[in-house]
């Protein structure tokens, strides 16, 4: 069994849509949970990360960890076309240094 | 300032072969990771250097491949022989925390080996 489960996708939207983005994982011992964006071609790079429970709002994107469920979420508001790439989330312990993914969301979102 | 810089971008190779990748992390970056996404899988972890030692090598998939960073700086990530299930996009990350914090990982754009 994977230890981190990302909502496959691909999903497409209109311009304006809330987008939400979801991963569970069976881990818990971790305590850093990662979204990364990731464009075709390019590597992914962060959006934000979170420590522990709770929610992080940063612009548009709101990311929320519930450790009880062991499940995490990105929302994206407004969303615009320079939105669409591949959403990846990724986790790790405290002390560690790797991170264990998701499979990543592709994201599409029309003008 | 130059980001995490990957080479060769692409390569093309014969089963059996030996393919050397090469990573150039930030600048002052001490942690420098190895990933490898495997088509319609996640990235996974391969190993993670501080300066020139291996901190973990726990994804390695065998002895096949060999990972180095001479003098902390860039690494090289080595497979000898090449096997078809080897093909996949080679990510390198550097970073300049390790554990206090996320350590948020600068990734580069990825060496892509297709073994045929």
């Known amino acids: 069994q994977k230890e981190v489960e990302q909502d496959p996708g691909p999903l497409s939207v209109p311009e304006g849509a809330i987008v939400s983005l979801n991963c569970t994982y069976s881990?818990?011992?971790?305590?850093?949970f990662m979204w990364y964006r990731q464009y075709s071609r390019k590597g992914p790079e962060l959006l934000m990360y979170?420590?522990?429970?709770g929610n992080k709002e940063d612009g548009r994107f709101t990311a929320q960890v519930d450790k009880s469920s062991k499940y995490i979420s990105l929302f994206i508001r407004d969303s615009q076309p320079s939105d669409s790439a591949t959403y990846l989330c990724?986790?790790?312990?405290?002390?560690?240094?790797?991170?264990?993914f998701g499979d990543g969301t592709t994201l599409t979102v029309k003008p | 300032e130059a980001g995490v810089t990957q080479f060769p971008s692409h390569s093309v190779i014969e089963k059996g072969q030996t393919v050397t990748l090469r990573c150039d992390p930030i600048?002052?970056?001490?942690?420098l990771y190895w990933y490898r996404r495997v088509m319609g899988k996640e990235i996974k972890f391969l190993l993670h250097?501080?300066?020139?030692?291996?901190?973990?090598e726990s994804g390695m998939p065998n002895n096949r491949f060999l990972a180095e960073r001479t003098g902390g700086t860039y690494s090289t990530l080595k497979v000898q022989p090449a096997e078809l299930e080897d093909s996949g996009v080679y990510f390198c990350?550097?970073?300049?925390?390790f554990g206090l914090g996320a350590g948020e990982l600068f990734f580069g754009e990825g060496s892509r080996l297709t073994v045929l």
């Open positions: 600048s002052g970056h001490d942690n």
């Open positions: 990350a550097s970073s300049q925390a």
């Open positions: 990724a986790m790790k312990r405290t002390n560690a240094g790797k991170s264990t």
């Open positions: 250097f501080v300066k020139e030692s291996k901190q973990d």
């Open positions: 881990n818990s011992a971790f305590q850093y």
């Open positions: 979170t420590y522990s429970s």
